[in-house]
């Protein structure tokens, strides 16, 4: 489902890769679910980097977005700004990231600066690109074959919707838990027919390389 469909029915979600190809550069996997009666996000952010030790901060991400509008010929912009820890904002975690992204009006491309604790100090990563992808992404997604799409399926929603779901517990948002809750269920009750569509792609994909 597009960002677009589902922006009607106020919730909609949204995965961003945020990074350069250098080698040994860090990479910032963004999901969010945005919540637009409130102009709201809530979600996760996995950072990771090939260095010694290797880098792999796990944070519970919420904040809030803005239309940047200008002047035309000019696009107008979104401005995301959000923070993140371990618990959400409820827990009595320090804050361990923030992030500033502008994206372009239909949510596709964008500019990231974001900051995150290591442990010993603040890093600060700036003006890196960030690429709007077509499922949610997780580091836990590389999962061996052999576990099979069923399992991949449910690691995927719940990289979607366990940090938000949890945040707007420990908030006592109703109206988000609400929203929350019918769109994780009507998620849930669509698995059965998204297996049958990737077993339908997979017979096909072999089809096509075999001739």
Do not use: C
């Not at 009607?8 to 679910?33: D, H, K, V, W």
């Not at 709201?40 to 996995?46: D, H, I, K, W």
């Not at 239309?67 to 959400?88: E, F």
């Amino acid at each position: 489902m597009s960002a677009t469909q589902s922006q009607a029915e106020g919730l909609f979600p949204l995965s961003y890769r945020i990074g350069t190809s250098q080698p040994g550069a860090p990479s910032l996997i963004l999901n969010l679910l945005v919540y637009t009666p409130e102009l709201t996000v809530r979600g996760s952010s996995t950072i990771t980097q090939a260095v010694n030790p290797p880098l792999d901060l796990h944070s519970d991400v919420w904040g809030q977005y803005t239309y940047l509008t200008v002047m035309p010929p000019s696009a107008s912009k979104i401005l995301i700004t959000a923070q993140g820890n371990q618990g959400g904002p409820g827990s009595n975690s320090i804050i361990t990231f923030k992030l500033h992204l502008v994206v372009s009006d239909d949510w596709k491309e964008g500019i990231a600066n974001y900051q995150y604790y290591n442990g010993h100090s603040w890093v600060t990563v700036n003006q890196v690109p960030a690429h709007l992808q077509e499922t949610v992404q997780s580091s836990t997604l590389s999962t061996p074959e052999h576990q099979g799409q069923h399992n991949r399926l449910h690691v995927t929603s719940a990289a979607l919707y366990a940090a938000p779901i949890h945040g707007a517990i420990a908030s006592g948002d109703l109206a988000q838990m609400k929203s929350l809750h019918k769109a994780a269920t009507q998620q849930l009750e669509q698995l059965p027919l998204i297996r049958t569509a990737l077993v339908a792609a997979k017979a096909e994909i072999n089809k096509q390389e075999r001739r």
